[in-house]
């Protein structure tokens, strides 16, 4: 288990913990209610993080076959 | 014939042929069939994976939700992101242990880490009652209503269906997993243009933009676009994107995917693209928010039609011809996978369970002639249900979800369930999940004693914990036992 994996963490503390404080309409962002701004912040998020994860993990590196 | 069903007819088409030429020289014995050889890069497990995702439901059911629930409606974009988290590890990890055992089904993997056939036996059980009443005839159904829609009643609901179980059953018999994949490509460059050209003009030709419209929705019905207080609320968001993130990949025709990879760097490469692609589902919700005001008064299954309508009643005929045909891939390309994984464990799990002296040519000849078996009883199922429909689905995704706790278990390091932990665990939590969805009973009725801030929880949560407490105490109990009737493993 490498410590670069935590980082995974983040869009679940995101999207489940988050939901708690987001599950409101106003302020409207980007014309979305706010609920829904939040939710897909996270979706673009959690493609980053993953992004990072790939780049960093040393696994992706080798040619496995 | 009219401009729509003649563009519907022309995909159809294309479609068949695309998924017959798929099978191009190659030799179709199960390896070919079902996993396509092993051999397909990150673009091929990418729209596997996609097309199995974005089905029929997504483009219906997405936009008809937003429709008719309006926040809950969310729970459907964030669930994804947090299963391919997950898949990060998950799929390389049964990957890999499918390539060293030459696994083909779900039902293989779980025969083959708890050796035991009769467990391959009753995970196939489950995974064929979750696929074929539920979720192909959930597919075809579909299926049969945007033809139907979309050819502005030329075509019969009815006729619809049997002409795709039709066209579905041709080519899986002929490419299996290389029909699905060929077909994969042109579905998702229709369904995404469609998806986000109509999530973008219906709000900006009722209302003026997306901002308005939330606007005007939230004078309207206020709280709507949120999560409401009981029912579908925080508590039951977090409990149900739990859970179906956890159930995602338990289906078994996505294990079929999982094998067909060339490497494991391909899931992990589709963890990353994967989340971002799911952002066609904003612009499904956007249809169905924009028809709340322009197509008011739909209500139960109507919902489902919000997308239709507002499209047949803003477009020419063309176009609606051209969503149509988005509409009939979505349900082909999925409805693909679960008949020829359906065909494939019922032959090569069951059978064989059976008769374990079959050739492996001849399980291979008995998966194919089940395809068209399957698509006809999936066939009768469309035409003959009613509103159950929405239950055998619900079912379904509870079904394969039970699957969780012993299959991840059996991939730790030290695994101690054993075949009758796992089976007790399936069994039970399969028998809560039939309980409480045909008699409708939310955690509250199940769990009266609980505070009343945790009755609106996923019910299958109730059922899944069951399920992982059966497996560790039944595998904690018989330990001594098993370990004296069969040689320990490795």
Same mark, same amino acid.
């Given at each position: 288990?490498?410590?670069?994996?935590?980082?995974?963490?983040?869009?679940?503390?995101?999207?489940?913990?988050?939901?708690?404080?987001?599950?409101?309409?106003?302020?409207?962002?980007?014309?979305?209610?706010?609920?829904?701004?939040?939710?897909?912040?996270?979706?673009?998020?959690?493609?980053?993080?993953?992004?990072?994860?790939?780049?960093?993990?040393?696994?992706?590196?080798?040619?496995?076959? | 014939?009219?401009?729509?069903?003649?563009?519907?007819?022309?995909?159809?088409?294309?479609?068949?042929?695309?998924?017959?030429?798929?099978?191009?020289?190659?030799?179709?014995?199960?390896?070919?069939?079902?996993?396509?050889?092993?051999?397909?890069?990150?673009?091929?497990?990418?729209?596997?994976?996609?097309?199995?995702?974005?089905?029929?439901?997504?483009?219906?059911?997405?936009?008809?939700?937003?429709?008719?629930?309006?926040?809950?409606?969310?729970?459907?974009?964030?669930?994804?992101?947090?299963?391919?988290?997950? +898949?990060?590890?998950?799929?390389?990890?049964?990957?890999?242990?499918?390539?060293?055992?030459?696994?083909?089904?779900?039902?293989?993997?779980?025969?083959?880490?708890?050796?035991?056939?009769?467990?391959?036996?009753?995970?196939?059980?489950?995974?064929?009652?979750?696929?074929?009443? +539920?979720?192909?005839?959930?597919?075809?159904?579909?299926?049969?209503?945007?033809?139907?829609?979309?050819?502005?009643?030329?075509?019969?609901?009815?006729?619809?269906?049997?002409?795709?179980?039709?066209?579905?059953?041709?080519?899986?018999?002929?490419?299996?997993?290389?029909? +699905?994949?060929?077909?994969?490509?042109?579905?998702?460059?229709?369904?995404?243009?469609?998806?986000?050209?109509?999530?973008?003009?219906?709000?900006?030709?009722?209302?003026?933009?997306?901002?308005?419209?939330?606007?005007?929705?939230?004078?309207?019905?206020?709280?709507?676009?949120?999560?409401?207080?009981?029912?579908?609320?925080?508590?039951?968001?977090?409990?149900?994107?739990?859970?179906?993130?956890?159930?995602?990949?338990?289906?078994?025709?996505?294990?079929?995917?999982?094998?067909?990879?060339?490497?494991?760097?391909?899931?992990?490469?589709?963890?990353?693209?994967?989340?971002?692609?799911?952002?066609?589902?904003?612009?499904?919700?956007?249809?169905?928010?924009?028809?709340?005001?322009?197509?008011?008064?739909?209500?139960?299954?109507?919902?489902?039609?919000?997308?239709?309508?507002?499209?047949?009643? +803003?477009?020419?005929?063309?176009?609606?011809?051209?969503?149509?045909?988005?509409?009939?891939?979505?349900?082909?390309?999925?409805?693909?996978?679960?008949?020829?994984?359906?065909?494939?464990?019922?032959?090569?799990?069951?059978?064989?369970?059976?008769?374990?002296?079959?050739?492996?040519?001849?399980?291979?000849?008995?998966?194919?002639?089940?395809?068209?078996?399957?698509?006809?009883?999936?066939?009768?199922?469309?035409?003959?249900?009613?509103?159950?429909?929405?239950?055998?689905?619900?079912?379904?995704?509870?079904?394969?979800?039970?699957?969780?706790?012993?299959?991840?278990?059996?991939?730790?390091?030290?695994?101690?369930?054993?075949?009758?932990?796992?089976?007790?665990?399936?069994?039970?939590?399969?028998?809560?999940?039939?309980?409480?969805?045909?008699?409708?009973?939310?955690?509250?009725?199940?769990?009266?004693?609980?505070?009343?801030?945790?009755?609106?929880?996923?019910?299958?949560?109730?059922?899944?914990?069951?399920?992982?407490?059966?497996?560790?105490?039944?595998?904690?109990?018989?330990?001594?036992?098993?370990?004296?009737?069969?040689?320990?493993?490795?």
């Amino acid at each position: 288990m490498r410590p670069l994996y935590l980082l995974a963490l983040v869009p679940f503390i995101g999207i489940l913990g988050g939901i708690f404080f987001a599950n409101r309409i106003e302020p409207f962002v980007l014309g979305m209610p706010f609920i829904l701004f939040w939710i897909v912040l996270w979706v673009v998020l959690t493609s980053v993080v993953m992004a990072i994860i790939y780049r960093l993990d040393p696994q992706n590196r080798e040619e496995e076959r | 014939m009219n401009v729509a069903l003649a563009i519907i007819l022309v995909f159809l088409l294309l479609a068949i042929y695309l998924g017959i030429r798929a099978r191009r020289g190659k030799d179709m014995d199960l390896e070919q069939w079902a996993v396509g050889g092993r051999g397909f890069g990150t673009i091929f497990v990418f729209l596997l994976l996609a097309g199995e995702i974005y089905t029929t439901f997504t483009f219906l059911g997405g936009s008809g939700w937003a429709y008719g629930e309006g926040g809950p409606a969310f729970y459907i974009l964030s669930y994804g992101s947090l299963a391919y988290v997950i +898949s990060y590890w998950l799929l390389p990890a049964i990957w890999r242990y499918g390539r060293e055992k030459r696994l083909h089904s779900q039902a293989d993997f779980f025969a083959s880490k708890y050796e035991s056939r009769s467990l391959g036996v009753l995970v196939s059980i489950v995974a064929v009652v979750a696929m074929v009443p +539920s979720y192909l005839v959930l597919q075809l159904k579909g299926l049969g209503l945007i033809v139907s829609v979309a050819s502005y009643g030329a075509i019969s609901s009815n006729v619809a269906i049997t002409i795709g179980a039709a066209a579905v059953t041709l080519y899986v018999m002929i490419s299996g997993i290389r029909g +699905s994949a060929w077909t994969a490509v042109i579905k998702d460059i229709m369904v995404l243009s469609v998806a986000v050209f109509l999530g973008i003009y219906f709000p900006l030709k009722l209302y003026g933009g997306m901002g308005e419209m939330f606007h005007r929705i939230q004078q309207h019905d206020p709280g709507f676009l949120a999560l409401p207080h009981t029912g579908y609320n925080v508590v039951w968001f977090v409990s149900t994107v739990l859970l179906t993130a956890l159930g995602f990949y338990m289906w078994p025709h996505t294990f079929g995917s999982i094998f067909s990879a060339r490497e494991a760097r391909v899931f992990r490469r589709n963890a990353v693209y994967l989340p971002l692609y799911q952002l066609i589902l904003l612009f499904v919700f956007l249809v169905g928010f924009a028809a709340i005001l322009a197509v008011p008064g739909l209500k139960g299954d109507q919902v489902d039609l919000a997308l239709l309508r507002l499209s047949k009643s +803003s477009f020419d005929p063309w176009l609606v011809g051209l969503i149509g045909a988005a509409g009939l891939l979505t349900a082909l390309v999925p409805g693909s996978m679960l008949l020829m994984t359906s065909a494939t464990i019922l032959s090569k799990n069951v059978y064989r369970a059976f008769v374990p002296s079959a050739s492996e040519e001849r399980v291979n000849r008995l998966a194919k002639a089940l395809v068209p078996v399957v698509a006809l009883v999936a066939w009768y199922f469309t035409i003959n249900s009613g509103k159950t429909i929405v239950i055998l689905l619900l079912l379904g995704y509870s079904f394969v979800t039970q699957l969780f706790p012993s299959l991840i278990s059996s991939l730790l390091p030290n695994n101690f369930v054993n075949k009758w932990g796992a089976a007790a665990g399936i069994i039970v939590g399969v028998a809560i999940v039939t309980y409480a969805t045909v008699g409708g009973l939310g955690t509250g009725d199940l769990l009266p004693f609980l505070p009343p801030a945790l009755a609106d929880i996923n019910n299958g949560v109730v059922a899944l914990v069951a399920n992982a407490i059966v497996t560790v105490g039944v595998s904690l109990a018989t330990r001594p036992f098993v370990a004296r009737s069969s040689a320990p493993t490795t």
